[in-house]
């Protein structure tokens, strides 16, 4: 059974910064491609940021220079650090798996950025 548990969400004041972290279970995470999305409020959503199986990051527009995606392999978890953290940046933050020809989703965690 494939879990993906996403922590480190939280409140955090406009230019701080957090790690998001996905501990996965029941897949390797460099086995696919991992990566983030989010959902901000009244919106759909969005991709955040990708690595696939040979670490080759992708990242949306309105986050590139801010977030860096990463894996660790040794806890099987993949990262995400947020950096310069703005506002519209608010969002449920999910991880997520594609093994194959199957996705997993985690649960969701609350980023909430106050200004």
């Known amino acids: 059974q494939v879990q993906l548990v996403e922590s480190g969400g939280g409140l955090v004041q406009a230019g701080g910064s957090l790690t998001l972290s996905c501990a996965a279970s029941?897949?390797?995470?460099?086995?696919?491609?991992m990566g983030w999305y989010r959902q901000r409020p009244g919106k759909q959503r969005e991709l955040v940021a990708t690595?696939?199986?040979?670490?080759?990051?992708n990242y949306a527009d309105s986050v590139k220079g801010r977030f860096t995606i990463s894996r660790d392999s040794g806890k099987n978890t993949v990262l995400l650090q947020m950096n310069s953290l703005k506002p519209e940046d608010t969002a449920v933050y999910y991880c997520?798996?594609?093994?194959?020809?199957?996705?997993?989703w985690g649960q969701g965690t609350q980023v909430t950025v106050s200004s």
């Open positions: 690595i696939t199986s040979g670490g080759v990051p």
């Open positions: 029941g897949i390797i995470v460099s086995d696919g491609a």
């Open positions: 997520t798996a594609r093994i194959g020809w199957s996705t997993y």
